[in-house]
């Protein structure tokens, strides 16, 4: 099972409970199929740009363990839903997130704002 995350982006004049409603039958899509990892709604936001005259949406990401192509199966299933405004799917990857090593010049930045401090 290859493990994918799903962030869909509902019509943001959606009432909560048709919001919740299509998130189920995703969910329940993706179950069928394969497993939820996790489900983590993001509230309604101003879109960065209009998406066909809609200026919100409502984001919610899915997280989720697949058997096959995540990708065709879920554009099949979403394309033609009037209340998805976008989505986006990638696969997930457990990732180690450190910050990178200081160079020289860094370094003797932070040195010198730690004297004048003094």
Not at 44 to 60: D, E, P
Not at 87 to 113: C, M, Q, R, W
């Amino acid at each position: 099972m290859s493990k994918y995350e799903t962030i869909v982006v509902f019509d943001g004049s959606l009432p909560q409970d048709a919001i919740e409603k299509e998130s189920k039958k995703i969910e329940e899509l993706l179950s069928a199929n394969g497993k939820i990892v996790k489900i983590d709604e993001w509230g309604k936001r101003v879109l960065a740009y209009q998406i066909g005259k809609k200026t919100t949406g409502f984001y919610v990401l899915f997280v989720f363990e697949y058997n096959g192509n995540a990708g065709k199966f879920i554009e099949d299933n979403f394309k033609f839903n009037e209340n998805i405004i976008r989505y986006l799917t990638v696969t997930h990857e457990e990732v180690d997130i450190f910050a990178a090593p200081k160079t020289e010049s860094e370094k003797a930045n932070d040195e010198a704002g730690e004297e004048e401090e003094d």
